[in-house]
């Protein structure tokens, strides 16, 4: 019998479309995956060279629970020169990926009953993990209107005094929104005053950024103490299985997340760490080349999306996504099949266009569908013209 726990626990949308899509590969049929928030790029090859090294160095023990002391000290760098935040090594875990970084955080911070406030939308698994937390998330919603963004009155109407944690994530995932600086220090207006509430700061999609300077929460100095800064090299390095996100955070929270960790699943791989050195202490310019490739896609995608008819579109200012509304489409009959929801729609797509993309309920929104752009040029036009033909 299972128990409670993984009975209470959804399964990924983005991993179970992706999942579905395979199934129709296999098939035989010739599908366009737009689902995933992965790049199509190869890892740059001086972070290889670092990997090759590490492998020559016979780098194959375990590795500490929170990770080498150099890439600690590495990470701390970073921090400092990207963020404006001083961090010292003994605030920094290194984990096996930037979800497990948010899964530690959420284990040791929250108890059964506490709530977890997600500014919507927001990525699939914070939810899902703060349920395995035992904990309530709480939704606050935006829409396309307001450019995904919650405001500060939202914030507050929001907090009870179960309030334990809130979940920002900018550049976000799905809808490529970011928080400009004044935005933040606004809402952390707000947060000043409730000094029992901590706040997770994913910042995974910091560096695939067109123009809004990256802000860090963290840098507002009363909520330093408070905030969880969660990065990783999976998106901006691509590097996705290489599998090193990392947290920098007070000090009694970084020694419970090693704590934890060293129970789940001890030290991340060490070849990976070995790596990921090489890529937290380069300069950005070393991977504009694959941020301008986004961005060029970006416009593409934005230019052929708003050729479909009840396609709502933002402007997104970050990561790799884009968020439309299709709710026109809903309470209508495409080709026999009725469309209700988004859920409804993006199977419609994968079925009838062949094309795999995300449910926004699955982040909170049920009006919207996610659609990655991390593909080439080619899939994005061939895609949006399945799309388009299948919706005439």
């Known amino acids: 019998m299972l128990s409670n726990r993984i009975k209470s626990l959804p399964a990924s949308a983005t991993l179970a479309m992706a999942a579905k899509a395979r199934e129709l590969k ?55 020169r990207d963020n404006g935040l001083e961090y010292q090594a003994s605030q920094i875990v290194v984990s096996t990926g930037a979800k497990q970084s948010i899964a530690n955080v959420c284990m040791i911070l929250l108890n059964p009953g506490d709530e977890v406030l997600l500014p919507a939308p927001y990525w699939v698994s914070y939810s899902a993990i703060a349920t395995l937390a035992e904990a309530k998330s709480i939704i606050i919603p935006s829409s396309i209107e307001t450019d995904f963004k919650i405001t500060p009155k ?6 009870t005094p179960k309030t334990k944690l809130v979940m920002f994530n900018s550049p976000n995932n799905p809808s490529g929104t970011i928080y400009s600086e004044e935005e933040y220090r606004a809402l952390g207006a707000v947060l000043k005053k409730y000094p029992d509430i901590y706040i997770l700061s994913d910042e995974i999609y910091e560096h695939i950024n067109y123009g809004t300077p990256h802000f860090s929460i963290a840098a507002i100095p009363e909520l330093y103490d408070r905030t969880i800064t969660v ?25 419970a997340c090693n704590k934890m960790q060293g129970q789940m699943t001890s030290g991340a791989n060490c070849i990976a760490q070995r790596a990921t050195i090489a890529a937290v202490s380069a300069p950005k310019s070393k991977i504009q080349y694959m941020v301008d490739e986004f961005n060029i896609r970006r416009g593409l995608i934005l230019n052929l999306l708003s050729e479909i008819p009840g396609f709502k579109l933002n402007k997104p200012q ?22 209700e929801n988004a859920n409804d729609f993006a199977l419609f797509l994968l079925e009838e266009a062949h094309v795999a993309t995300v449910t926004g309920e699955a982040f909170g929104n049920d009006d919207c569908i996610r659609i990655s752009y991390a593909a080439s040029e080619e899939e994005i036009k061939a895609a949006v013209q399945r799309i388009k ?3 005439s």
């Open 26 to 80: 296999n098939l035989g049929i010739d599908i366009i995956g737009l689902s995933l928030g992965e790049p199509d790029f190869n890892t740059p090859e001086f972070i290889k060279d670092a990997a090759i090294q590490a492998v020559k160095e016979n780098y194959n023990s375990y590795s500490p629970v929170d990770g080498y002391t150099d890439l600690k000290s590495a990470i701390c760098e970073k921090f400092k």
């Open 154 to 159: 939202q914030l507050e109407q929001a907090i």
């Open 318 to 339: 970050g990561a790799f996504y884009i968020f439309p509304d299709v709710s026109f489409y809903f309470g209508k009959s495409l080709k026999g099949k009725s469309i």
């Open 389 to 391: 033909k299948a919706l």
């Open 231 to 255: 990065n990783g090299v999976a998106k901006a390095f691509a590097m996705t299985g290489w599998r090193i996100g990392y947290i920098g955070a007070a000090e009694w929270i970084a020694k």
